[in-house]
């Protein structure tokens, strides 16, 4: 649950603060004589939506490598990490994409991760915890599943996702407080009624954006595994997806990748709304059914 509440946190505070951007400039446009109709307000929304989502992605590459501290492979240095970026140039010449560029970090629990923004600035990272733990060919089924997610471009998907549910909430909360500030406190649309429906209604659809948003995310992990399954084997797919179910760490990345990594937390109940991934049990049964 803390987890949760930290998701949810952070996301409705991207929001908070661009509300709060544009509720201080709401007003102080309608003073200088300039007003704002339905369709202004969309492009209000858009820009800041849409802004922050894109940025985000710009920076995605730089703020993964900060947050996990991975070193990229500029010059291989043993024959671990000569296999790896092998591996990775020839499942991305099979997948149809540039070479992204390949990283380790230092980490107890086996995980990876892609990420960058678009497929030909890219970057596929793997934990200490994964290599020792694995196998040659569950890594490599792993490599695949991080090479198909940035051959689906999930990256920039995830992105524009993101910043079309924000712009959706941002607009929706302000013409909405307009209408309740007029009819309900007799106001002229962004008196104090306004300014408290907009806080509220942000973060109630701040929630249900971030549940869209989760359940396109454990979306593309199927996805993604049946990517890998292409580029590795299914064989080796599912002997990775059951070598990670016996993992004993939990899964641990920074928020800004955790959703294209090979493992994620999950959860039961409500909590299942706001996971990243499926449960490992079901990618397996999708492969092994063949429904992938």
Known sequence: MRRIGLFLATNLAVLLVLGVVMNLLEPWLVAQGIALNHAFILLFSLVFGMGGAMISLLMSKRLALMGTGAKVIE????????????????????????????????????????????RSNSLVAVSTGLLRGMRQNEVEAVLGHEVAHVANGDMVTMALLQGVLNTFVLLLSRVIGQVIDRAVFKGRGYGPGYFLTVIVLQIVLGVLASMIT?????????????????????????AALKRLKQAQQPAH??????????????????KRLLMSHPPLDERIRALEQGAV
């Open 75 to 118: 010059q291989p240095s043993n024959p671990t990490e000569r296999w790896l970026v092998e591996t990775v140039a020839r499942q991305a010449r099979e997948a149809g994409i540039p070479t992204p560029e390949v990283a380790i970090y230092d980490a107890p629990d086996p995980n990876a991760f892609a990420t960058g923004a678009s």
């Open 253 to 270: 990345l920074p928020e800004s990748v955790e959703a294209f990594g090979i493992r994620g937390r999950v959860g039961g109940g409500i």
């Open 214 to 238: 989760m359940a396109f995310s454990r979306w593309r992990e199927f996805r993604a595994d049946a990517g890998g399954a292409r580029l590795a084997g299914r064989g080796n797919m599912i």
